[in-house]
């Protein structure tokens, strides 16, 4: 049968992509005609989404027999599980506001990314191994966080601007209170860099030699956020900065992370 037996699990995939795009829709339509309120349908179209994205995961999983982040495909998919994951843990002040409808273009932006590129490719025999298994999972929830952080600073600066403008909007009147998305954003950084601290300490436990391109790449973002974070607790930068920071740096984790996933696994 193959590795590509899989093929009819997209549809899980379809189906959950789907859901995120109505979600987005339906806040679109919302805030146009003048009436969005915080509503369940858009928490739960996030839910439902994650859920058929899990059983993707879950069936993948068996049809690989491992974790399922072996090749480019499965860790975008991972990614944005990851991202609507932190999503849905994050509270209800932020998951009945207008978070959902910044969350969910990115989520679908990468979900189809995954399904149209033609990266699903079989990556080779795949060797179990817990703690490898542990620092590659840890490190995607860890780019969850980062993106959510991301999500937050958009928020953030789009508030600040609505606030500087004088010009009041349905849009400003369903956002959380800007002092809420600051402490949030620092708080998905802080989250996120500890996590990936995590994924790092496995990797080493796990003992298998590393490409160094790899390491300096996943060191640069370790560093990057790490300093982040720093810069936001001492001070050093406004909070404007940080929000529009961590936007930039988790675009540039993203643009990276094809890289770093070639580097991680064997190649023939």
Same mark, same amino acid.
């Given at each position: 049968?193959?590795?590509?037996?899989?093929?009819?699990?997209?549809? !899980?995939? #379809?189906? @959950?992509?789907?859901?995120?795009?109505?979600? $987005?829709?339906?806040?679109? *339509?919302?805030?146009?005609?003048?009436?969005?309120?915080?509503? =369940?349908?858009?928490?739960? &179209?996030?839910?439902?989404?994650?859920?058929? %994205?899990?059983?993707?995961? #879950?069936?993948?999983?068996?049809?690989?027999?491992?974790?399922?982040?072996?090749?480019?495909?499965? #860790?975008?998919? *991972?990614?944005?599980?990851?991202?609507?994951?932190?999503?849905?843990?994050?509270?209800?002040?932020?998951?009945?506001?207008?978070?959902?409808?910044?969350?969910?273009?990115?989520?679908?932006? +990468?979900?189809?990314?995954? $399904?149209?590129?033609?990266?699903?490719?079989?990556?080779?025999?795949?060797?179990?191994?817990? !703690?490898?298994? &542990?620092?590659?999972?840890?490190?995607? +929830?860890?780019?969850? @966080? *980062?993106?959510?952080?991301?999500?937050?600073?958009?928020?953030?600066?789009?508030?600040?601007?609505?606030?500087?403008?004088?010009?009041?909007?349905?849009?400003?009147?369903?956002?959380?209170?800007?002092?809420?998305?600051?402490?949030?954003?620092?708080?998905?950084?802080?989250?996120?860099?500890?996590?990936?601290?995590?994924? *790092?300490?496995?990797?080493?436990?796990?003992?298998?030699?590393?490409?160094?391109?790899?390491?300096?790449?996943?060191?640069? +973002? !370790?560093?990057?956020?790490?300093?982040?974070?720093?810069? =936001?607790? %001492?001070? !050093?930068?406004?909070?404007?900065?940080?929000?529009?920071?961590?936007?930039?740096?988790?675009?540039?984790?993203?643009?990276? $992370?094809?890289?770093?996933?070639?580097?991680?696994?064997?190649?023939?």
């Amino acid at each position: 049968m193959g590795y590509f037996c899989g093929f009819m699990e997209r549809y !899980w995939l #379809v189906a @959950a992509l789907i859901c995120f795009l109505l979600s $987005l829709g339906y806040t679109l *339509f919302a805030l146009g005609a003048g009436r969005f309120r915080p509503a =369940r349908f858009n928490v739960g &179209m996030m839910l439902t989404g994650f859920v058929l %994205q899990s059983v993707f995961l #879950v069936k993948r999983g068996e049809l690989v027999g491992s974790c399922p982040i072996t090749n480019l495909f499965e #860790v975008l998919v *991972f990614l944005s599980w990851s991202i609507v994951l932190i999503y849905l843990l994050v509270g209800p002040a932020y998951r009945l506001s207008l978070m959902g409808a910044f969350t969910a273009p990115l989520v679908a932006t +990468i979900l189809l990314a995954a $399904l149209l590129a033609p990266i699903d490719q079989p990556s080779g025999v795949v060797i179990p191994n817990p !703690w490898v298994e &542990m620092h590659a999972s840890l490190s995607l +929830i860890a780019y969850g @966080a *980062f993106g959510l952080a991301a999500i937050s600073g958009c928020m953030y600066l789009v508030q600040e601007r609505q606030l500087k403008s004088k010009k009041a909007s349905e849009l400003l009147y369903n956002l959380p209170p800007i002092t809420d998305l600051s402490m949030a954003n620092g708080r998905l950084l802080l989250t996120g860099f500890v996590l990936l601290t995590i994924a *790092f300490a496995c990797g080493m436990v796990a003992g298998l030699p590393v490409d160094s391109l790899k390491f300096g790449a996943s060191a640069m +973002i !370790w560093v990057l956020y790490g300093g982040l974070w720093a810069a =936001r607790r %001492q001070y !050093w930068l406004a909070p404007s900065r940080v929000a529009a920071c961590s936007v930039a740096v988790f675009l540039l984790a993203l643009v990276t $992370l094809p890289g770093i996933q070639f580097l991680s696994v064997p190649h023939p």
